[in-house]
T-cell receptor, first 111, second 116 residues
Framework: AQSVSQHNHHVILSEAASLELGCNYS??????LFWYVQYPGQHLQLLLK??????LVKGIKGFEAEFIKSKFSFNLRKPSVQWSDTAEYFC?????????FGTGTRLQVFP | DTGVSQDPRHKITKRGQNVTFRCDPI?????LYWYRQTLGQGPEFLTY????????KSRLLSDRFSAERPKGSFSTLEIQRTEQGDSAMYLC??????????????FGPGTRLTVL
């Protein structure tokens, strides 16, 4: 079965620290990859996506992710986090039209 | 607001009762998806429609669950004889296929179901 693994379940950072959240997927074919974010009390929002082309994709709010095919990874990065980045982050892969999600990473940023 | 909307936002019911949720997708989207999310987990796929046709159902979707999208616009998800294990957030998403599988799904706010 296809699966997505997010290694960091809970990350605590101070403002201005750098962020990297890991994501690995099991599907070996052509992949479409996504990161979604859920801010407290809000619904899932698309942060960024990779379909093809440049493996380094940029999203909203200064986030970026790098697709490394050989490592089956799609890690999320941000050079300097803000308190407002406190949220839950989900990695997902599109498999036959449906999304397979990881279990999520809860990020807490302290001022 | 032109996003995905869901109704109701919260539902509390007693075990054994039937419940129905509604989802209105983004107007130009022809695909509609249902997911379920429990605490500490990512959303899990339940079923999806392209126009009015239900194309796939997850094994998670027992016989007590049924979904419809009669006119290819809004969709309903019904759970019959609810059980405490059905307590979860039920999410709806929509997308536009445009003849390709590389579509992007946009999510609604969800319906939180609590079964007592």
């Amino acid at each position: 079965a296809q699966s997505v693994s997010q290694h960091n379940h809970h990350v605590i950072l101070s403002e201005a620290a750098s962020l990297e959240l890991g994501c690995n997927y099991s599907y070996g074919g052509t992949v479409n990859l996504f990161w979604y974010v859920q801010y407290p009390g809000q619904h899932l929002q698309l942060l960024l996506k990779y379909f093809s082309g440049d493996p380094l994709v940029k999203g909203i709010k200064g986030f970026e992710a790098e697709f490394i095919k050989s490592k089956f990874s799609f890690n999320l990065r941000k050079p300097s986090v803000q308190w407002s980045d406190t949220a839950e982050y989900f990695c997902a892969v599109n498999y036959s039209g449906k999304l397979i999600f990881g279990t999520g990473t809860r990020l807490q940023v302290f001022p | 607001d032109t996003g995905v909307s869901q109704d109701p936002r919260h539902k509390i019911t007693k075990r054994g009762q039937n419940v129905t949720f509604r989802c209105d997708p983004i107007s130009e989207h022809n695909r509609l998806y249902w997911y379920r999310q429990t605490l500490g987990q990512g959303p899990e796929f339940l079923t999806y429609f392209q126009n009015e046709a239900q194309l796939e159902k997850s094994r998670l979707l027992s016989d007590r669950f049924s979904a419809e999208r009669p006119k290819g616009s809004f969709s309903t998800l019904e759970i019959q004889r609810t059980e405490q294990g059905d307590s979860a957030m039920y999410l709806c998403a929509s997308s536009s296929s445009r003849g390709s599988s590389t579509d992007t799904q946009y999510f609604g706010p969800g319906t939180r179901l609590t079964v007592l």
